[in-house]
């Protein structure tokens, strides 16, 4: 064989380059086997792991956060549409403005209970806005994300 160092003809089971000296077996032995070639792959697939594990975690929290925001913006929206609801009953408002307006009022001050029932229907109307928009949104922003991630691993 030849040495790989400096090209001389050297004896085929020789260790030792007779020429230049160099060890030509070690040599060989250490770029055949390669000994960080193993670690560095099951290195990059558990970072790969954490990395995964981490941007679930991540998409959990956006996925709060963007429910918590549509809620919000639920709430909002409600407030806006039945905004005269909120308000006292008086001259400016009529009866049957509101779709919480009873088809008929007992009593004489019916002002006064229009504007309880009103407020009160706008209330509950409110919490409930808040109550379901938060958890409908954040299963369905869920359930979406988990679509997108197996349609993503095939
Ligand atoms: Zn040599």
Known sequence: MFCKYCGEKIADDSVFCKYCGKNVLDNDCEESSNP??????ENGTKEQNVNKKAKTRVDIVSIFLLSLAISVACCTGFAIIRMDDSKPFDKAHSMGDSVYDPPYIMGSDYQ??????????????LMKTALYSFPISFVILLISAKIRESSKDL
Not at 36 to 41: A, E, K
Not at 112 to 125: A, C, H, Q, S, V
């Open 112 to 125: 006064n209970d229009l504007t309880n029932i009103r407020k009160e229907k706008f209330e509950e109307g």
């Open 36 to 41: 960080l070639s193993t670690p560095v792959v």
